[in-house]
């Protein structure tokens, strides 16, 4: 296969998705979201996988990532759901950090233009070490961020998903074609069958010496 072909695109597209869950892992990992950080993990190994069997001509591997943009896309439609609260759904629950932690998106505090202001609570009975932090002039919402990122997400992996189909077909196009020329074939198309040497001997001497004669009669 060639270079601008279907296979060095889902190469490039690998590569991509590689970059893009990359990012998203250091702030997932930033904003304690360990569900998006074990989502993110598969992620990455599955499309590594994906990426060595398009290098190394493997279809079934890149079924298994194929498989794989199916579950990711409905990953991301879900944090697409969560963050717009879709569904009875909330941003402001501790669903994606398993209700360890009460963290939320590192974007929340951090986002374009957003200054982060802490108010102290001392005033407060039972709060005295504690502090109130808010969150101001934030240009962007953090939940139409990560809603930006998982779209993003979708995108590559439907993107994916149609090439991976279409260089498994051409992988098995080719495979089917060299075993009919008899490439998987462990004996030869026109298989020569050897005789043994003492077999092409006796033939040898019989027709030099034709039934009847002897080496006596030939002396003679």
Same mark, same amino acid.
């Given at each position: 296969?060639?270079?601008?072909?279907?296979?060095?695109?889902?190469?490039? &597209?690998?590569?991509?998705? !590689?970059?893009?869950? !990359?990012?998203?892992?250091?702030? *997932? #990992?930033?904003?304690?979201?360990?569900?998006?950080?074990?989502?993110? $993990?598969?992620?990455?190994? =599955?499309?590594?996988?994906?990426?060595?069997?398009?290098?190394?001509?493997?279809?079934?591997?890149?079924?298994?990532?194929? =498989?794989? @943009?199916?579950?990711?896309?409905?990953?991301?439609?879900? +944090? +697409?759901? $969560?963050?717009?609260?879709?569904?009875?759904?909330?941003? *402001?629950? %501790?669903? !994606? @950090?398993?209700?360890?932690?009460?963290?939320?998106?590192?974007?929340?505090?951090?986002?374009?233009?957003?200054?982060?202001?802490?108010?102290?609570?001392?005033?407060?009975?039972?709060?005295?070490?504690?502090?109130?932090?808010?969150?101001?002039?934030?240009?962007?919402?953090?939940?139409?961020?990560?809603?930006?990122?998982?779209?993003?997400?979708?995108?590559?992996?439907?993107?994916? #998903?149609?090439?991976?189909?279409?260089?498994?077909?051409?992988?098995? %196009?080719? %495979? *089917?074609? #060299? *075993?009919?020329?008899?490439?998987?074939?462990?004996?030869?198309?026109?298989?020569?069958? %050897?005789?043994?040497?003492? !077999?092409?001997?006796?033939?040898?001497? &019989?027709?030099?010496?034709?039934?009847?004669?002897?080496?006596?009669? =030939?002396?003679?």
């Amino acid at each position: 296969m060639g270079c601008c072909t279907g296979r060095c695109t889902l190469i490039f &597209l690998c590569a991509l998705q !590689l970059l893009a869950a !990359l990012e998203r892992q250091v702030f *997932d #990992f930033l904003g304690y979201q360990w569900a998006p950080i074990l989502a993110n $993990f598969l992620h990455i190994i =599955i499309v590594i996988l994906g990426l060595f069997g398009t290098i190394q001509y493997r279809p079934r591997y890149i079924v298994v990532y194929a =498989i794989w @943009t199916a579950v990711w896309v409905t990953w991301n439609i879900f +944090i +697409i759901c $969560f963050y717009l609260e879709v569904g009875g759904l909330s941003k *402001d629950s %501790e669903l !994606l @950090t398993f209700n360890i932690s009460r963290h939320q998106s590192w974007w929340s505090e951090n986002g374009p233009g957003c200054v982060r202001k802490e108010a102290s609570m001392s005033g407060i009975k039972g709060l005295d070490n504690h502090s109130y932090i808010s969150v101001i002039g934030c240009a962007l919402e953090y939940r139409y961020i990560e809603v930006m990122h998982s779209s993003f997400q979708i995108l590559l992996a439907l993107v994916g #998903f149609v090439y991976a189909c279409y260089v498994v077909s051409v992988f098995t %196009e080719e %495979e *089917d074609s #060299f *075993d009919f020329i008899g490439g998987f074939d462990p004996f030869p198309l026109y298989h020569v069958n %050897e005789k043994p040497t003492n !077999l092409l001997f006796k033939q040898t001497y &019989l027709l030099l010496f034709p039934a009847g004669f002897s080496g006596m009669e =030939i002396m003679n």
